[in-house]
């Protein structure tokens, strides 16, 4: 399960007048089922149910994703199709979900301290976007990030600060908590904060 809250957004009337603070926030819960193929290839699939909440707005929906991941050696390459579904609904207004097509490259040794990688996106829908991001590990079970989020076709868009983020996880047995930090940009108009958690069976 994923939360996402937006802070308060200034609102306006039809005459451009501020018409006090909206609230907004996101959230998604979903069941996610994997399988390890061979050795080196594993596949997973999402089904997932997300809310949105524009002030008195709300809108939800259905979304699935695919993904296949192959390890070789101290390396793994992964794609993924993500957000796949059919479009969102504020009362009269459609919404497309974000889908997205990704490609990545990531430096995960067994039982290293450090893991690193490289992912590029493609938005069904908009532009190409490169992730890239370090992890530092601690018995396997406390972790620390980094991120940064470039955006090349969006010239504004193309410095540290446009998608600098930091987070931190832990792993407790069959329960996963994680944080993420994004501060204002150009991007957000707040600090963005992400808290996720998880379950295994």
């Known amino acids: 399960m994923t939360f996402v809250n937006y802070g ?5 009337d ?3 007048n501020e018409s006090g603070n909206l609230a907004a926030h996101d959230w998604s819960g ?12 594993s ?12 002030a008195e707005v709300t809108a939800s929906g259905l979304a699935a994703d695919f993904g296949l991941s ?21 009362e009269t207004e459609s919404e497309r979900l974000p ?20 992912e590029i996106e493609k938005k069904v829908f908009g532009d190409i ?23 090349p076709g969006q010239g504004e868009y193309r410095t540290i600060q446009a ?9 407790l047995k069959r329960l996963v908590v994680d944080y993420a930090f994004t501060p204002s940009n150009s991007l957000v108009s707040d600090d963005l904060h992400r808290f996720s958690l998880g379950f295994s069976f």
């Open 30 to 41: 979903g069941l996610s089922v994997g399988a390890q193929l061979n050795d080196q290839i």
């Open 129 to 151: 976007v490169t992730h890239q991001g370090i992890e530092l590990r601690f018995a396997d079970q406390y972790f620390l990030r980094t991120g940064l989020n470039l955006y």
């Open 99 to 118: 889908a997205s097509l990704r490609f990545g490259v990531a430096f995960d040794p067994d039982h290293s301290t450090i893991a690193g990688a490289v």
């Open 70 to 90: 192959v390890r070789l050696n101290k390396f793994k390459l992964a794609a993924a199709a993500t957000n796949i579904g059919p479009t969102m609904k504020f």
């Open 8 to 12: 308060d957004i200034v609102g306006y």
């Open 14 to 16: 039809q005459f451009g």
């Open 163 to 171: 998608g600098y983020s930091v987070g931190a996880g832990i792993h």
């Open 43 to 54: 596949a997973g699939f999402t089904a997932r149910y997300i809310s949105q909440k524009l």
